[in-house]
């Protein structure tokens, strides 16, 4: 990934080129063995020894995960672009997330790739993985939507209160996971907190 600028994730993949941790998290007993965020737990080793690092931002989640009580790992659906731009600007994260939130809620679209986005939201579950977003709603840049399971222990105040949460990607992984608390620099972190407490 070509980036251009320091950003607030530099010092965290610098922290994780030098050790990556090798224990990733089981599944939470609610999980069924065929449902297809299972991949994220089985490539959970994968993308924690050669994930990289990208901003991630909730478009959706479980209306538990915003309240501190609850259980303990739930769905979201989060947006993610691995292009740098992100790095120095996350917040276009959040403007394509308000386009696809207008497009979904109208009668479902015509051109193929939102309504491929329409189809999967109309479920009962999104279990999307790298959902690719039409470039025209992401001002050209490449943007993916993908269903994550979300640890509390990995949100700065246990529940979610901020949108913008460091997500692990790989081409070769049909998952993407939220970088475990343990493995931020503390800068990030720092980050986290101050953008969840306000």
């Given at each position: 990934?070509k ?13 994780l ?19 297809p ?14 994930g ?17 009580i ?25 403007w ?5 939130g207008e ?16 189809d ?18 992401a ?17 700065p ?23 475990p608390?343990?493995?931020?620099a ?13």
């Amino acid at each position: 990934m070509k980036r251009s600028r320091p950003s607030l994730l530099d010092a965290t993949r610098d922290q994780l080129d030098e050790a990556r941790p090798v224990s990733p998290r089981g599944a939470p007993y609610w999980l069924r063995d065929d449902d297809p965020l299972q991949r994220q737990v089985k490539g959970s080793q994968k993308l924690l020894e050669r994930g990289d690092l990208v901003w991630g931002y909730v478009h959706g989640a479980n209306r538990a995960l915003f309240g501190p009580i609850g259980e303990w790992v739930l769905p979201a659906i989060v947006l993610h672009g691995e292009e740098g731009v992100f790095d120095e600007a996350p917040h276009r994260l959040e403007w394509v997330s308000g386009r696809l939130g207008e497009i979904l809620a109208g009668k479902p679209p015509r051109e193929p790739g939102l309504r491929r986005i329409h189809d999967a939201f109309s479920g009962e579950e999104f279990r999307e993985v790298r959902l690719a977003v039409p470039r025209r709603l992401a001002d050209g840049l490449t943007v993916f939507l993908s269903a994550v399971l979300v640890a509390r222990a990995d949100l700065p105040l246990g529940h979610l209160a901020c949108p913008y949460v460091p997500l692990l990607v790989h081409p070769k992984v049909p998952a993407v996971m939220l970088l475990p608390t343990a493995n931020r620099a503390p800068d990030l972190q720092r980050a986290l907190v101050r953008l969840s407490a306000s």
